[in-house]
């Protein structure tokens, strides 16, 4: 359930998808204009918005009642209902983390991608999620179908991982490298989904922040918040610790007090925190702290800074060992 409010906002237009903005442009032009390759791949890291843009690109190409000057599907006839069942006459999906391409599965994406639309379609889309997720030989399976897509036809692969895909079919498609949201581009989407939202701006704030780039990881923190927008359920859902417990940790460091910063790691190790949020957080703390009275913060900084990626054990002992070096 943790990707329900992700779902439930999930943008159904160009216009309304987070980010990614000159990508965005060069689809609607391309719809506009009919002007496909029989292979898109949207490759990027999780939350960016691949399967949401291929959802929309998909149904703009099978929505049976899109005017030919508009880009955005109606999101209402058979055919973009199509996309939101996962199947029809004209639309197939295909998620590489749950399928071994079986027979019968192979033998309908061949149908769907060697054959010409029906129904008044303009195209025939085969999307498959998760590309990189499948297994070699079910990789070079697909490269052979590929070879002879009708030129009504359209497959959208999204991957985590563009590398895994066959060179000769990445030479072969229109890639689109899709980038970490900003801070900004999230919170403009979130928002406009849930204008309620904007009363906690401040919160929010702290929430993208933690989410890294990712939509979806935000719509989880929204979620497990459950209406609940204190400091003291913002601590606790991104798992840096509240702010008291960090400024002791940062006291007993520089003080020589190594066994009550211990003690005070230990506890947000026992409370399940993010000790890499915990770390990042304690750096700034530490920025906030420092100014022309306290030269040697600056020092502790550049010394903690360097530990920081991913390794909050190292961290730890950095920062125990501040009151000596
Ligand atoms: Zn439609």
Redesign the pocket.
């Known amino acids: 359930m943790n990707n329900s409010l992700a779902v439930t906002h999930r943008p159904t237009t160009f216009d309304t998808i987070a980010g990614q903005q000159h990508w965005i442009e060069a689809l609607k032009t391309r719809v506009l204009k009919n002007k496909l390759p029989p292979v898109f791949i949207l490759a990027g890291p999780s939350g960016t918005g691949k399967t949401t843009t291929g959802l929309v690109l998909a149904?703009s190409l099978?929505?049976?009642?899109?005017e030919d000057n508009k880009y955005n599907?109606?999101?209402?006839?058979?055919?973009?209902?199509s996309v939101d069942n996962s199947s029809g006459a004209n639309y197939m999906y295909l998620d590489g983390s749950g399928t071994d391409l079986a027979n019968t599965i192979r033998e309908n994406l061949r149908l769907m991608v060697s054959t010409a639309p029906v129904a008044g379609a303009r195209f025939k889309v085969c999307l498959i999620d998760e590309f990189q997720a499948f297994s070699a030989a079910a990789k070079s399976t697909l490269l052979t179908l590929f070879e002879d897509v009708n030129t009504r036809s359209v497959i959208i692969c999204t991957t985590t991982d563009p590398e895994k895909i066959h060179e000769a079919l990445r030479d072969r498609s229109y890639e689109i490298s899709f980038r970490p949201l900003t801070i900004e581009e999230q919170l403009n989407s979130i928002y406009t989904s849930n204008v309620l939202l904007s009363n906690y701006e401040e919160e929010m704030h702290q929430l993208a922040k933690a989410s890294k780039g990712s939509l979806r990881k935000l719509w989880a923190l929204v979620d497990r918040c459950d209406g609940d927008f204190s400091q003291s359920t913002i601590d606790l859902v991104i798992g840096k610790g509240s702010k008291q417990s960090r400024l002791d940790f940062i006291n007993y460091c520089l003080t020589g007090k190594p066994k009550m910063a211990s003690a005070v790691w230990e506890n947000w190790e026992a409370q399940g925190l993010n000790l890499d949020n915990v770390s990042q957080e304690i750096l700034e703390d530490m920025i906030e702290l420092a100014d022309e009275t306290k030269p040697q913060m600056f020092k502790y900084i550049r010394l903690l800074s360097a530990t920081l990626v991913n390794r909050p054990e190292l961290f730890k002992i950095m920062a125990l060992s501040l009151y000596n070096g």
């Open positions: 149904k099978v929505c049976l009642t899109r599907p109606c999101n209402n006839c058979a055919g973009c209902r």
